[in-house]
């Protein structure tokens, strides 16, 4: 099983980045998939999560509308569209997977990828 994350990169503040995470090894249709984020010298956070059978969506009580996430359940890949972007984004960004509620319990990781938000 592996979660590849990719889209991260350097952006101006202001700035726009989407993310993406592929999932392969099963099928995550039924899963809970989404987002965390660790900046440095703080814990990982939780981002957003997108539900595998209903396509709810929830975020992270910081998000307010600046992050909108989605999921293309057929190519087992979920994305997060980052908008708005501030300095305090910067951080490595995690995809994650759950059986169950992804801001309760992550059954799977992928690798970060870092997004720098310049000022």
């Known amino acids: 099983v592996q979660l590849v994350a990719s889209g991260g990169g350097l952006v101006q503040a202001g700035g726009s980045l989407r993310l993406s995470c592929t999932a392969s090894?099963?099928?995550?249709?039924?899963?809970?998939m989404g987002w965390f984020r660790q900046a440095p010298g703080k814990e990982r956070e939780f981002v957003a999560s997108?539900?595998?059978?209903?396509?709810?969506?929830y975020y992270g009580s910081f998000v307010k509308g600046q992050f909108t996430i989605s999921r293309d359940t057929a190519e087992n890949t979920i994305y997060l569209q980052m908008n708005s972007l501030k300095p305090e984004d910067t951080a490595v960004y995690y995809c994650?997977?759950?059986?169950?509620?992804?801001?309760?319990?992550?059954?799977?990781w992928g690798q970060g990828t870092q997004v720098t938000v310049s000022s």
């Open positions: 994650a997977a759950s059986r169950g509620r992804l801001d309760i319990q992550v059954d799977y």
């Open positions: 090894g099963r099928t995550f249709s039924t899963y809970d």
């Open positions: 997108i539900q595998g059978t209903s396509g709810w969506t």
